[in-house]
């Protein structure tokens, strides 16, 4: 079974709109981490923004915020006033276990388009 | 910040020889390396997970002998493609973790683009 699920494979969005990625993970551990990183094509990993499970509240960076449903297992990364600059690849990741014993998995991916 | 450095960024061989890849940690101490390979438009897939001095964990499906992870020190860690094929032509990635769990812990290399010809 997937443990991340991102069910958006690409989206359109007009520039300085707000946009929202879904994502939606599946564990059984109580502690575990979310994260969002944007892929541009160079490929690189640039990371976004982390929300840990005990989290009481919703993680925000700038022009990023991630949606925290713990109950619904769900993990929506959303960002405001979108720019051209934010084309790129949206992964959706999730790390389970312990130190030494981690692990950290991605989703499929949301390739976001910015229309100008 | 954080920095790892992953060399080379990309690279050519024939089929039938080895490459290696290789992540270094510039200012800090990865206690865990991870290695992705990503095909063209598709996720980061988990290769193997590599702990200081340990043998690494492979993902079901990877075949450990055809990619050799050695992880010697806290700051460098090894992916040698074995006796590469043309469907061993990927961007692979590395990862690495300091342990710290409560804020975003994971550094990224810049990948390397691998052409099997």
């Known amino acids: 079974a997937q443990k991340i699920t991102q069910t958006q494979p690409g989206m359109f969005v007009q520039e300085k709109e707000a946009v929202t990625l879904d994502c939606t993970y599946d564990?059984?551990?109580?502690?575990?981490?979310l994260f969002w990183y944007k892929q541009p094509s160079s490929g690189e990993m640039i990371f976004l923004i982390y929300q840990g499970s005990y989290d009481q509240q919703n993680a925000t960076e700038g022009r990023y915020s991630l949606n925290f449903q713990k109950a619904r297992k769900s993990a929506n990364l959303v960002i405001s006033a979108s720019q051209l600059g934010d084309s790129a690849m949206y992964f959706c990741?999730?790390?389970?276990?312990?130190?030494?014993?981690?692990?950290?998995?991605f989703g499929t991916g949301t390739r976001l388009t910015i229309i100008p | 910040g954080a920095v790892v450095s992953q060399h080379p960024s990309w690279v050519i061989c024939k089929s039938g020889t080895s490459v290696k890849i290789e992540c270094r940690s510039l200012d800090f101490q990865a206690t865990t390396m991870f290695w992705y390979r990503q095909f063209p438009k598709q996720s980061l897939m988990l290769m193997a997970t590599?702990?200081?001095?340990?043998?690494?964990?492979?993902e079901q499906g990877v075949e450990k002998d055809k990619f050799l992870i050695n992880h010697a020190s806290l700051t460098l860690s090894t992916l040698t493609v074995t006796s590469a094929h043309p469907e061993d032509s990927s961007f692979y990635i590395c990862s690495a973790s300091t342990g710290i769990f409560h804020i975003n812990g994971y550094t990224f290399g810049s990948g390397t683009r691998l052409t099997v010809v």
């Open positions: 990741a999730m790390r389970e276990g312990t130190f030494g014993n981690e692990k950290l998995t």
């Open positions: 564990t059984s551990d109580p502690s575990y981490g």
């Open positions: 590599s702990n200081e001095g340990s043998k690494a964990t492979y």
